[in-house]
């Protein structure tokens, strides 16, 4: 094997060792890990002897992009988007614009020898928000579950927007660069954001429905998950070719194929996608944080061969973060007013000014904006620059989430209501549950043996019974206590289980399949419980 190859397998591993470890203790002491793996990387990268690294866009934008757009939408529920469709457009594609039009004309204002185009250009790469960092931050505050819906589908949608948006103040560059070439009109941008919209939908579901069709085949845990991980790919790069929005194509076909998964896959191969697409997308997303960091040494060189001298970029980069931040923060509090005071119908619809302060303060960037500033062609006049503050856009807005759980805690939001949670699920449990009690009564016949017929009619009338006969007044409700003592019990038979493996009693076959039963029953009763970091 030769050395280059050595040495590229020994940067993956220490990647991903470096990732575990930093993000693993920053959640033990309660720091923000994007913010640490930043740190972390930037110090590293001015260490004398580490090589500078490079960013290569179509990496990011192919390679990055699609699986880590795809493992926020298989986990995003298409109900909860479509039932806040409304304001999720407001955010990805009205504030993108306005964040576009307001940030741009301020670095237009304030960057020496930087054309209109170039500016709109930065605010296009600027506006989306990071679709995982914004996830997590939701998850780990524990905010109202319509908050964290609108923030989830921003996330996932936005970056459709601002992509289209930079295509076109890419083209204005270049027209402006090209004697003779034809002008951009505002017709031809509005005609190109409909025909992207409208291709990546499309590949998008159709992707969607075709790879539904194939994995309902499929009972092998193995193969259904294979044919996942290469979805995004799928349905982005055709998407991409076909001058449409792979982003949206990418959302799309995770969207539908999340909402279908019950009826098209295996139990087994749900839990395996679910799995895997979560340790694909922590390792990605925080690996890139680690990459901005290392990133730092080369841009902050770059800066110093042609920026503006120090003072001239802190002054320019406050400011551009203050425009970033006052453009979300105005945009939600105008539409939250539309929604407060417009008409019936939009009133019954509309959140809080607390809910849209706290909307304001979740606008962190990430990886759309690392690869999107890449894609500045090189007559941008300013790109260097222009690119260092694309980081210094992602390191601020990460500090910014930082400080949110603060903003959260002053507002006084009002946490999801987790008992009424599992008691609707324990409701839905035991209407599911009655369902299969009469398909039981119907299938049993004669030569079922009546203690096996008891055992599962005892196990449907559980919650049923657990409802229509609640406990007293302080008293634990049936169903919690039933959960609170299985995994007491469940602890015990593992145990049971590795003092028998560790004595040779049984064969390791045997072994690992009462574990994995086991396994799968604590999988059970863990669902629906709040787990703490996420």
């Not at 979805?231 to 995770?254: E, K, N």
């Not at 229509?468 to 169903?479: F, I, L, R, Y």
């Amino acid at each position: 094997m030769e050395a280059d190859a050595v040495g590229t397998i020994v940067w993956i591993v220490s990647f991903v060792v470096v990732t575990v470890a930093v993000t693993g203790v920053a959640g033990r002491v309660g720091w923000s890990a994007p913010v640490a793996l930043v740190a972390v990387g930037a110090i590293v990268s001015f260490i004398p002897g580490v090589p500078t690294i490079a960013v290569e866009p179509d990496l990011i934008l192919y390679g990055l992009l699609p699986p880590l757009l795809f493992a926020a939408a298989i986990r995003t529920s298409f109900a909860d988007v479509r039932a806040r469709r409304d304001g999720i457009l407001l955010l990805s594609v009205g504030l993108v614009v306005f964040t576009v039009v307001t940030v741009g004309l301020t670095a237009w204002l304030i960057i020496p020898a930087i054309s209109l185009a170039a500016a709109f250009a930065f605010g296009a790469v600027v506006a989306p928000t990071d679709a995982v960092a914004v996830t997590a931050v939701a998850g780990r505050l524990k905010l109202p579950r319509r908050l964290v819906t609108v923030l989830e589908g921003e996330s996932l949608l936005n970056d459709a927007t601002a992509l289209v948006a930079l295509n076109a103040a890419i083209a204005a560059i270049v027209s402006a660069n090209t004697p003779g070439a034809e002008p951009l009109t505002p017709w031809g941008i509005i005609l190109e954001f409909v025909v992207a919209v409208a291709v990546g939908v499309g590949v998008g579901f159709g992707v969607g429905w075709v790879f539904a069709l194939i994995r309902k085949q499929l009972r092998s845990p193995v193969l259904d998950t294979s044919l996942s991980l290469i979805t995004p790919f799928v349905a982005f790069i055709p998407a991409q070719f076909l001058h449409g929005s792979g982003v949206l194509a990418v959302v799309v076909a995770g969207l539908y194929l999340g909402y279908k998964a019950p009826v098209i896959q295996t139990a087994e191969s749900r839990i395996a996608e679910s799995l895997n697409w979560r340790t694909i997308q922590f390792l990605l997303e925080n690996a890139v944080f680690l990459f901005i960091g290392l990133s730092l040494f080369g841009i902050f060189q770059g800066v110093a061969n042609s920026g503006p001298g120090l003072w001239p970029t802190v002054v320019i980069s406050v400011v551009l973060l203050l425009a970033i931040f006052l453009s979300r923060f105005a945009w939600m509090m105008l539409t939250t007013t539309v929604y407060r005071f417009g008409p019936q119908w939009l009133r019954n619809r509309g959140w809080s000014y607390r809910t849209g302060t706290a909307v304001a303060f979740a606008g962190i960037r990430g990886v759309v904006t690392l690869a999107a500033v890449f894609l500045l062609p090189e007559e941008t006049p300013e790109r260097s620059f222009l690119q260092f503050l694309a980081f210094v856009v992602v390191v601020g807005t990460l500090v910014e989430g930082a400080f949110l759980p603060f903003v959260i805690r002053r507002l006084k939001l009002p946490p999801p209501d987790f008992s009424q949670e599992m008691t609707e699920v324990h409701m839905l449990m035991a209407e599911a549950q009655g369902q299969g009690l009469a398909r039981l009564e119907s299938e049993v016949t004669d030569s079922d043996e009546q203690r096996v017929v008891d055992r599962l009619r005892l196990n449907a009338t559980f919650l049923t019974d657990a409802l229509e006969n609640p406990a007293p007044e302080g008293s634990e409700p049936p169903a919690r206590a039933y959960n609170r003592l299985r995994r007491i019990m469940i602890e015990a038979e593992r145990e049971a289980v590795l003092q028998a493996r560790s004595e040779g009693r049984y064969q390791e076959r045997a072994v690992k399949s009462v574990l994995a039963k086991i396994d799968v029953e604590e999988t059970e009763l863990n669902i629906g419980k709040p787990r703490k970091g996420e």
